[in-house]
T-cell receptor, first 115, second 114 residues
Framework: AQKVTQAQTEISVVEKEDVTLDCVYE???????LFWYKQPPSGELVFLIR??????QNEISGRYSWNFQKSTSSFNFTITASQVVDSAVYFC????????????FGSGTQLTVLP | DGGITQSPKYLFRKEGQNVTLSCEQN?????MYWYRQDPGQGLRLIYY???????QKGDIAEGYSVSREKKESFPLTVTSAQKNPTAFYLC?????????????FGEGSRLTVL
């Protein structure tokens, strides 16, 4: 069985602060894929990143960065210089095969960025 | 623009009634999915379909039914057998070749049972 834990239920920051969203996962598979999705108030989830278990390089995309550490089974997401538009629920997810059929989502972190 | 359209956005139902949620996509994707989202919980898979005229149960299929008569459409029926149907329902799709967990979602349908 696989499991994704997002211990932070809600986070509030003031605009321009940096914020890190934690994600810890459990799986017995040696090959797996990790994902982050953003759910803005409009409701639809938006894909942000996919990372496979063989690639531990950190990734940066604009103000977003991801830190993947197999040793601690974590895949944390950092937003630098947060903006009000970053306010959303963020989901971390795991799939052993990479297939959407086997996607396990965490419970999500509600991020509120205050002006 | 390509995307997924769900309707209605809000729906109220009396206990004992069936209700059908619509999901249409123009992304030419083979695979489509229905998820349920409850407050403070992650998404849970109800049903999925990899191809027209074929669909499979997900983790919480009891009390739900689907059909896939056209590639573009994947309606979900919440039946009276579903004991706790009040929830937010999300439809998603993915291309077969790109089926690496990257999903495209609609804006959801919020069902409330009165």
């Amino acid at each position: 069985a696989q499991k994704v834990t997002q211990a932070q239920t809600e986070i509030s920051v003031v605009e321009k602060e940096d914020v890190t969203l934690d994600c810890v996962y459990e799986t017995r598979d040696t090959t797996y894929y990790l994902f982050w999705y953003k759910q803005p108030p409009s409701g639809e989830l938006v894909f942000l990143i996919r990372r496979n278990s063989f690639d531990e390089q950190n990734e940066i995309s604009g103000r977003y960065s991801w830190n993947f550490q197999k040793s601690t089974s974590s895949f944390n997401f950092t937003i630098t210089a947060s903006q009000v538009v970053d306010s959303a629920v963020y989901f971390c997810a795991l799939s052993a095969s990479g297939s959407a059929r086997q996607l396990t989502f965490g419970s999500g972190t509600q991020l509120t960025v205050l002006p | 623009d390509g995307g997924i359209t769900q309707s209605p956005k809000y729906l109220f139902r009396k206990e004992g009634q069936n209700v059908t949620l619509s999901c249409e996509q123009n992304l030419n994707h083979d695979a489509m999915y229905w998820y349920r989202q409850d407050p403070g919980q992650g998404l849970r898979l109800i049903y999925y379909s990899q191809i027209v005229n074929d669909f499979q149960k997900g983790d919480i299929a009891e009390g739900y039914s689907v059909s896939r008569e056209k590639k573009e459409s994947f309606p979900l029926t919440v039946t009276s057998a579903q004991k706790n149907p009040t929830a937010f329902y999300l439809c998603a799709s993915s291309g077969r070749v790109q089926n690496t967990g990257e999903l495209f979602f609609g804006e959801g349908s919020r069902l409330t049972v009165l």
